[in-house]
C-alpha cells in the first residue's frame, strides 16, 4: 500500500530539501512548491493526503493558502512556521490548519505529526465507516458513515480535526471528557502545543455548531477539566 501523497510548501531551500530528503528516506510520496500560487495549483491538481505549510511566502501569507484550500478541501494541513507567537498559531488554526509545528524542528517530531495525523483520520475514518449509525441531538445531525454533520438541515463545513472533535464528543454525550483524553484520541499524545490547538479548534467548531454563540447549547466547558456535549432535548 502506497504512503500518502505530502506536498511541502517551503520557499527556503535548506528546509525544503531537508523535509524533502525526510520524506524520500521513509518512502514518502511527496511535490514540492515553492511559493503559495504554486501550492494552491499542486493542492487542486494532486490531492496530496497532507500539505506541509510554511507561513512566510513570497508571494502571500500562508494564512491565505489554508482558507483557499479550506473552501474546497479537507486535506490535512500541517503549519511548519517560525512564527511562534500564540496568535500566530491561533491564526492558522482558526483559519482550518490542522497541526502547527515551529521552526526550528526535530525530523523526529515532523515525522511524529505526519503519522499521527494520518493515523488519527484513518482511524476515524475507519470508525465511521463500521459504525454506520447517525447521531441526533436536537437540530444536530451527525452522520459517522458519510463524515457530514448538518444543523437545522444545514450541512456544516467543518475541517477534519472540528469533525473528529464532533464524533468524538457525540460519542460520549453527557461525558465530561477532560483535555488529556481529547488530545490523545485527537492527535494521538498529549503535546503541550496541543492544549492551545484544542481551545482554538473547540472555539471554530462552537462558531459553526452554536445558534447562539453567547448561549452555547450543544458543547459545555468545564474549566480545568474538559468539554462535554450536552443533550438537547
Known amino acids: 500500500m ?7 510548501m517551503e520557499d527556503d531551500a535548506p528546509i525544503r530539501n531537508l523535509i524533502v530528503t525526510t520524506l524520500k528516506t521513509n518512502d514518502y510520496r511527496y511535490r514540492t512548491a515553492t511559493n ?20 512566510g511566502l513570497p508571494d502571500m501569507d500562508g494564512i491565505e493558502v489554508i482558507r ?15 512564527r511562534n507567537e500564540d496568535q500566530d498559531k491561533i491564526e492558522a488554526l482558526d483559519a482550518g490548519a490542522d497541526d502547527y509545528l515551529t521552526k526550528p524542528f526535530s525530523v ?3 515525522l511524529a505529526r505526519i503519522r499521527t495525523t494520518q493515523r488519527r483520520l ?24 458519510s463524515g457530514c454533520a448538518t444543523l437545522d438541515g444545514q450541512e456544516l463545513h467543518l475541517t477534519p480535526i472540528e469533525f473528529k472533535l464532533l464524533c468524538l464528543l457525540s460519542k460520549n454525550v453527557g461525558k465530561v471528557l477532560t483535555h488529556t483524553f481529547i488530545t490523545q484520541n485527537i492527535w494521538g499524545q498529549s ?12 472555539a471554530t467548531l462552537r462558531k459553526k455548531l ?21 443533550r438537547v432535548e
Open 108 to 110: 523526529e517530531e515532523l
Open 122 to 145: 484513518s482511524f476515524m475514518s475507519s470508525e465511521m465507516l463500521t459504525a454506520g449509525s447517525v447521531f441526533e441531538n436536537g437540530k444536530l445531525r451527525v452522520d459517522y458513515a
Open 191 to 202: 503535546w503541550d502545543s496541543n492544549m492551545a490547538s484544542l481551545r482554538v479548534f473547540m
Open 36 to 55: 503559495g500560487g504554486q501550492a494552491i495549483l499542486e493542492a487542486s491538481t494532486h490531492s496530496p493526503d497532507t500539505v506541509l505549510l510554511d507561513l
Open 210 to 230: 452554536e445558534p447562539t454563540p453567547d448561549s452555547p447549547q450543544y458543547i459545555q466547558t468545564h474549566i480545568g477539566v474538559g468539554y462535554r456535549m450536552v
Open 68 to 82: 483557499n484550500i479550506r473552501s474546497w478541501s479537507n486535506m490535512l494541513i500541517i503549519v511548519i512556521s517560525a
Open 2 to 8: 502506497n504512503k500518502p501523497l505530502i506536498l511541502a
